[in-house]
């Protein structure tokens, strides 16, 4: 099956060097986080991946193919999809006309299953489906946000901070619909500010800091405290 590989990534900003060397790899059905300080490289990975940002060096391959030198839009035609942080809606337009936009984002080859699966992951995007996205709840436009990208029908999901300024009660129900999407057979790669919960939620955590990989973490070290704050703090 398919597998996401980043092979010695490196991105630069002018004179400053965001990620540094970093190699990972995203399977279907597995969840990978990214964890570590502000700073640390985490969304320049994402944005790179989805060719946002130039990459300076190193590698960025999905289904054995090279991502590099492609527009964001081919990198969503060819099954990867990225939730932003602050989540980036319409809001003057409505729930499901949020939805469908995600429909435009890869060719039609699946009869609108991804929109099936948004409203089963979140229901309350089935309920609000008319309403105006704009005057949803923080948590509820966060659930649109992912929903919205679940509507491409993707293999791949990249999400950035998606708990960020969510009520316990919302994040418990991002974090049981990141595990549903795992059951699914997607690949997910999460960049998470709640260190602890993504360690014990993926199937491998890979710290970063100041662009590069410090330290690669499963599901097993979530409990030993002591060193999952020194490997956060770097």
């Given at each position: ?5 980043v092979?010695r ?6 004179a ?31 944005h ?120 316990p ?27 602890q919960r ?16 410090r ?20």
């Amino acid at each position: 099956m398919s597998a996401l590989v980043v092979e010695r990534l490196s991105v630069r900003y002018g004179a400053v060097e965001a990620v540094r060397g970093l190699s990972l790899e995203v399977r279907p059905g597995e969840i990978v986080g990214l964890i570590g300080p502000n700073g640390a490289g985490k969304s320049s990975t994402l944005h790179a991946i989805m060719g946002a940002v130039p990459v300076s060096g190193g590698a960025v391959r999905y289904d054995g193919r090279s991502l590099l030198s492609r527009r964001p839009e081919d990198v969503a035609r060819r099954g990867i999809a990225l939730v932003p942080e602050g989540r980036r809606i319409f809001g003057e337009l409505t729930v499901e006309e949020n939805l469908r936009l995600g429909l435009a984002a890869r060719r039609a080859r699946r009869n609108g299953g991804g929109l099936a699966r948004a409203y089963e992951l979140f229901p309350v995007l089935r309920d609000f489906r008319t309403r105006q996205a704009g005057v949803l709840s923080g948590g509820q436009q966060q659930q649109l946000a992912i929903g919205r990208a679940l509507a491409a029908d993707p293999d791949v999901l990249l999400l950035d901070e998606p708990s960020l300024g969510l009520a316990p009660k919302i994040v418990d129900v991002v974090f049981e619909a990141l595990t549903q999407i795992r059951e699914a057979g997607l690949a997910v790669l999460l960049v998470e500010q709640r260190a602890q919960r993504t360690v014990a939620l993926a199937d491998r955590s890979y710290v970063l800091a100041n662009g590069e990989l410090r330290l690669t973490l499963g599901p097993e070290d979530a409990g030993d405290t002591d060193r999952l704050v020194a490997a956060y703090l770097a």
